[in-house]
């Protein structure tokens, strides 16, 4: 099966029976390039039966890409069926402290990244204990502590509706990749520019057209110690 697939909107017969076939078929590149495209309200009813078979399954970019489109589509029927199927989105929102991930989930399915960026942070700090909420940032050692299933929640979220380019694991992938060498990490995921930090918020890209890792700022936590904790975390061990 070919890569290659048009840039036109999706709304006839064909293109419809095109977006399923690569929807059950195709590279994960592939179903995001076509999802990126205008599907017309034909192709709705494609990523309602996709997600629906999908549900049980962990879910991934694409799913959360199918998603984001049926969530932001003008149509009481789509709405209705998220609402009746998927009434706090695609990811589960597993946690050991009993913490609503919920307005995480609705931030990223928008992609206010900023917003959401924010609120990672003040969950986290939520998840280490009131301490850590009151100072609203976190020592490394509490960093260590942090439940692996809220993180691993956390950094599903940020993955499935950032079409796989934000995340913890991602930005774990990218430092591991680069030899565990900080300043090649922070060029790569560009929170850094020669010798100069990117300054928050302003030079920071709050869109998909940022590096790979760029999201979450977990920088945000403090220096490094609390940043390595993170990238050491169990949570990201398989």
């Known amino acids: 099966m070919t890569d290659s697939i048009s840039t036109s ?4 017969a064909a293109d419809t029976a095109e977006l399923r076939s690569q929807l059950r078929s ?26 629906l078979e999908r549900k049980s399954q962990e879910p991934t970019a694409v799913v959360g890409k199918a998603y984001q489109i049926l969530y932001g589509a ?3 029927r789509a709405a209705e069926f998220l609402r009746s199927n998927f009434p706090t989105g695609v990811v ?3 946690s050991t402290s009993s913490i609503d991930y919920t307005p995480l989930q609705q931030l990223l399915t928008l992609q206010e990244f900023q917003e959401a960026d924010r609120l990672t942070l003040e969950k986290l700090c939520e998840l280490a204990g009131g301490t850590a909420a009151q100072r609203k940032w976190l ?11 809220d993180l691993q929640t956390i950094d599903t979220l940020w993955k499935v509706h950032s079409e796989g380019k934000f995340g913890f694991s991602v930005q774990r992938e990218i430092w591991l990749g680069a030899g565990k060498n900080w300043d090649k990490l922070w060029s790569l995921i560009g929170w850094k520019q020669g010798n100069n930090w990117t300054r928050y918020p302003q030079e920071f ?6 590096p790979r890792g760029h999201l979450p700022l977990s920088n945000q936590l403090r220096g490094v ?3 390595a904790a993170l990238m050491s975390h169990p949570a990201w061990v398989k």
Do not use: C
């Open 205 to 210: 890209i709050w869109d998909l057209s940022a």
């Open 139 to 149: 020592y490394f050692t509490e960093v260590e502590s942090l439940s692996a299933t």
């Open 92 to 94: 589960p929102l597993r």
């Open 225 to 227: 110690q609390p940043f």
């Open 9 to 12: 909107p999706l709304d006839s």
């Open 74 to 76: 003008n149509s009481q």
């Open 26 to 51: 195709g590279s994960e590149k592939t179903q995001l390039k076509l999802l990126q495209q205008h599907i017309a309200d034909a192709g709705w009813d494609v990523l309602m039966e996709f997600l």
